[in-house]
């Protein structure tokens, strides 16, 4: 039986787990994919939804680059350096996002908690108005070397 531990503690990949899971991977490439757990000692196949799949190739994929992975539910509440750290802009930074009303927060006590989901949402705002930006400055440049 697997040892208990923290479950908000991030997974951090080791050697051996890097090497496991650029393995996995690797079958899961050559095979395509196929949504099953099989519990070797029961003898028993579990069937996991493409969903399920996904969010396990995705993490198999972080943990072969080195990268360490931490699941989290979206109504987690991160506080102002988390989720300065999320969103990879300095505390006050973000502090003046929650000032102007572009992020919401809760007060507990004196401190500030941000909704992860909240910061999902604001980050994915932000990467479709700077491609939004981008498109129109590639449109205005072209226009400009077309002289129109």
């Given at each position: 039986?697997?040892?208990?531990?923290?479950?908000?503690?991030?997974?951090?990949?080791?050697?051996?787990?890097?090497?496991?899971?650029?393995?996995?991977?690797q079958?899961?490439?050559?095979?395509?994919?196929?949504?099953?757990?099989?519990?070797?000692?029961?003898?028993?196949?579990?069937?996991?939804?493409?969903?399920?799949?996904?969010?396990?190739?995705?993490?198999?994929?972080?943990?072969?680059?080195?990268?360490?992975?931490?699941?989290?539910?979206?109504?987690?509440?991160?506080?102002?350096?988390?989720?300065?750290?999320?969103?990879?802009?300095?505390r006050?930074?973000?502090?003046?996002?929650?000032?102007?009303?572009?992020?919401?927060?809760?007060?507990?006590?004196?401190?500030?908690?941000?909704?992860?989901?909240?910061?999902?949402?604001?980050?994915?705002?932000?990467?479709?108005?700077?491609?939004?930006?981008?498109?129109?400055?590639?449109?205005?440049?072209?226009?400009?070397?077309?002289?129109?």
């Amino acid at each position: 039986m697997p040892n208990p531990r923290d479950a908000t503690a991030p997974v951090l990949p080791s050697n051996r787990l890097r090497a496991h899971a650029r393995d996995l991977l690797q079958h899961l490439d050559d095979r395509g994919a196929r949504f099953v757990l099989w519990d070797k000692e029961a003898n028993h196949q579990i069937e996991l939804s493409e969903e399920l799949f996904e969010v396990l190739r995705r993490a198999l994929i972080d943990l072969s680059q080195n990268r360490a992975i931490q699941v989290l539910p979206l109504t987690m509440e991160l506080t102002t350096v988390q989720a300065a750290e999320f969103l990879q802009v300095s505390r006050p930074h973000l502090i003046k996002l929650i000032d102007q009303g572009e992020l919401e927060c809760r007060m507990v006590g004196t401190h500030r908690r941000i909704k992860l989901q909240d910061l999902i949402d604001y980050r994915g705002k932000v990467t479709a108005d700077s491609k939004a930006a981008r498109e129109e400055l590639t449109k205005m440049a072209e226009g400009l070397r077309w002289g129109y």
